[in-house]
Protein backbone atom coordinates (compact mmCIF):
# COMPACT_ATOMS: atom_id res chain seq x y z
CA UNK A 1 0.00 0.00 0.00
CA UNK A 2 1.20 2.91 -0.86
CA UNK A 3 0.23 7.03 0.05
CA UNK A 4 -0.69 9.64 -1.86
CA UNK A 5 -1.92 13.38 -2.38
CA UNK A 6 -4.85 13.82 -5.02
CA UNK A 7 -5.44 17.13 -5.80
CA UNK A 8 -8.27 18.86 -7.59
CA UNK A 9 -7.22 22.26 -9.20
CA UNK A 10 -10.91 23.46 -9.02
CA UNK A 11 -13.99 21.87 -8.67
CA UNK A 12 -16.62 24.16 -10.01
CA UNK A 13 -19.28 25.36 -7.35
CA UNK A 14 -17.37 23.36 -4.93
CA UNK A 15 -19.17 23.32 -1.19
CA UNK A 16 -18.67 22.80 2.22
CA UNK A 17 -21.88 20.31 2.25
CA UNK A 18 -20.85 18.92 -1.32
CA UNK A 19 -17.32 17.68 -1.17
CA UNK A 20 -18.45 16.26 2.34
CA UNK A 21 -21.26 13.80 0.31
CA UNK A 22 -18.60 13.30 -2.03
CA UNK A 23 -16.26 12.18 0.19
CA UNK A 24 -19.02 10.30 1.72
CA UNK A 25 -19.25 8.45 -1.11
CA UNK A 26 -15.94 7.77 -1.55
CA UNK A 27 -16.10 6.07 1.88
CA UNK A 28 -19.21 3.59 0.45
CA UNK A 29 -17.17 2.51 -2.69
CA UNK A 30 -12.98 2.23 -1.62
CA UNK A 31 -13.36 -1.35 0.34
CA UNK A 32 -14.11 -3.12 -3.02
CA UNK A 33 -10.82 -1.55 -4.54
CA UNK A 34 -8.77 -1.88 -1.29
CA UNK A 35 -8.50 2.21 -0.80
CA UNK A 36 -8.96 4.26 2.39
CA UNK A 37 -9.61 8.05 1.72
CA UNK A 38 -8.31 9.12 4.87
CA UNK A 39 -8.12 12.90 4.85
CA UNK A 40 -9.20 15.89 2.57
CA UNK A 41 -8.64 19.86 2.98
CA UNK A 42 -10.69 22.29 0.56
CA UNK A 43 -11.48 25.72 -0.35
CA UNK A 44 -14.76 27.19 -1.74
CA UNK A 45 -13.01 30.35 -2.88
CA UNK A 46 -11.03 28.42 -5.21
CA UNK A 47 -12.18 25.20 -5.80
CA UNK A 48 -9.40 23.59 -4.75
CA UNK A 49 -9.44 19.98 -2.90
CA UNK A 50 -6.46 18.00 -1.35
CA UNK A 51 -7.03 13.99 -0.64
CA UNK A 52 -4.68 11.76 1.26
CA UNK A 53 -5.40 8.39 0.47
CA UNK A 54 -3.88 4.88 1.14
CA UNK A 55 -4.21 2.93 -1.99
CA UNK A 56 -2.35 -0.08 -3.91
CA UNK A 57 -1.87 2.13 -6.92
CA UNK A 58 -2.86 5.83 -8.42
CA UNK A 59 -5.35 3.87 -10.59
CA UNK A 60 -7.23 2.48 -7.88
CA UNK A 61 -7.75 5.50 -5.82
CA UNK A 62 -8.86 7.35 -9.15
CA UNK A 63 -11.05 4.32 -9.67
CA UNK A 64 -12.73 5.30 -6.48
CA UNK A 65 -13.48 8.88 -7.33
CA UNK A 66 -14.58 7.77 -10.48
CA UNK A 67 -17.14 5.47 -9.47
CA UNK A 68 -18.01 7.69 -6.21
CA UNK A 69 -18.73 10.68 -8.01
CA UNK A 70 -16.97 11.26 -11.37
CA UNK A 71 -14.87 13.53 -10.15
CA UNK A 72 -11.86 12.69 -10.65
CA UNK A 73 -8.55 14.36 -9.40
CA UNK A 74 -5.89 16.46 -12.01
CA UNK A 75 -2.99 15.46 -10.12
CA UNK A 76 -2.10 12.01 -8.11
CA UNK A 77 0.66 12.12 -6.21
CA UNK A 78 2.68 9.22 -4.59
CA UNK A 79 3.88 10.80 -1.25
CA UNK A 80 5.63 9.93 1.72
CA UNK A 81 4.49 11.35 5.14
CA UNK A 82 7.15 13.58 7.11
CA UNK A 83 7.60 12.54 11.02
CA UNK B 1 -5.74 31.62 12.90
CA UNK B 2 -6.08 29.92 9.77
CA UNK B 3 -5.19 26.44 7.94
CA UNK B 4 -2.90 26.67 4.95
CA UNK B 5 -1.83 23.91 2.70
CA UNK B 6 1.56 24.87 0.80
CA UNK B 7 2.66 23.25 -2.05
CA UNK B 8 6.72 23.11 -3.25
CA UNK B 9 6.67 21.93 -6.81
CA UNK B 10 9.92 21.18 -7.37
CA UNK B 11 12.78 21.27 -4.72
CA UNK B 12 16.30 20.69 -6.10
CA UNK B 13 17.50 17.19 -4.99
CA UNK B 14 14.78 16.80 -2.33
CA UNK B 15 16.29 13.73 -0.01
CA UNK B 16 13.96 12.46 3.21
CA UNK B 17 16.83 13.56 5.34
CA UNK B 18 16.91 17.49 3.45
CA UNK B 19 13.41 17.47 4.00
CA UNK B 20 13.22 16.35 7.61
CA UNK B 21 15.94 18.96 8.32
CA UNK B 22 14.34 21.73 6.96
CA UNK B 23 11.07 20.68 8.59
CA UNK B 24 13.35 21.09 12.19
CA UNK B 25 14.16 24.56 11.17
CA UNK B 26 10.98 25.53 10.89
CA UNK B 27 9.74 23.99 14.03
CA UNK B 28 12.61 25.93 15.79
CA UNK B 29 11.52 28.97 13.71
CA UNK B 30 7.96 29.24 14.15
CA UNK B 31 6.96 30.12 17.07
CA UNK B 32 8.11 33.92 16.64
CA UNK B 33 5.84 34.07 13.83
CA UNK B 34 2.74 32.67 15.75
CA UNK B 35 2.76 29.91 13.65
CA UNK B 36 2.52 25.53 13.58
CA UNK B 37 3.68 23.55 10.81
CA UNK B 38 1.84 20.63 11.66
CA UNK B 39 2.54 17.98 9.29
CA UNK B 40 4.38 17.47 5.67
CA UNK B 41 4.14 14.95 2.73
CA UNK B 42 6.81 14.72 0.13
CA UNK B 43 7.88 12.96 -3.07
CA UNK B 44 11.55 12.57 -3.54
CA UNK B 45 11.25 11.53 -7.44
CA UNK B 46 9.32 14.61 -8.16
CA UNK B 47 10.71 16.49 -5.36
CA UNK B 48 7.37 17.95 -4.43
CA UNK B 49 6.30 18.57 -0.54
CA UNK B 50 3.04 19.30 0.86
CA UNK B 51 3.13 21.14 4.20
CA UNK B 52 0.01 21.75 6.32
CA UNK B 53 0.56 24.74 8.43
CA UNK B 54 -2.01 26.85 10.60
CA UNK B 55 -0.56 30.59 11.09
CA UNK B 56 -2.38 33.82 10.78
CA UNK B 57 -1.60 34.86 7.51
CA UNK B 58 0.03 33.30 4.45
CA UNK B 59 2.79 35.71 5.07
CA UNK B 60 3.28 34.49 8.33
CA UNK B 61 3.91 30.88 7.04
CA UNK B 62 5.90 32.43 4.37
CA UNK B 63 8.22 33.80 6.75
CA UNK B 64 9.06 30.89 8.36
CA UNK B 65 10.34 29.37 5.55
CA UNK B 66 11.76 31.86 4.22
CA UNK B 67 14.07 32.51 8.06
CA UNK B 68 14.09 28.90 8.75
CA UNK B 69 16.06 27.48 5.45
CA UNK B 70 15.15 30.10 2.43
CA UNK B 71 12.60 27.63 0.80
CA UNK B 72 9.64 28.61 -0.37
CA UNK B 73 6.43 27.11 -1.32
CA UNK B 74 4.94 28.02 -4.89
CA UNK B 75 1.49 28.27 -3.51
CA UNK B 76 0.02 28.29 -0.23
CA UNK B 77 -3.57 27.88 -0.29
CA UNK B 78 -6.37 28.35 2.72
CA UNK B 79 -8.02 25.03 3.54
CA UNK B 80 -10.81 23.74 5.89
CA UNK B 81 -10.25 20.70 6.93
CA UNK B 82 -12.95 18.02 5.76
CA UNK B 83 -14.55 16.04 8.71
Known amino acids: MALYMDIHHKVEGLTEDAVAGAHARDLEV ?9 KYWFDEGSGKVFCLVQAPSKEAAAAVHREAHGLEADEIIEVQEGV
Open 30 to 38: QDKHNVKYL
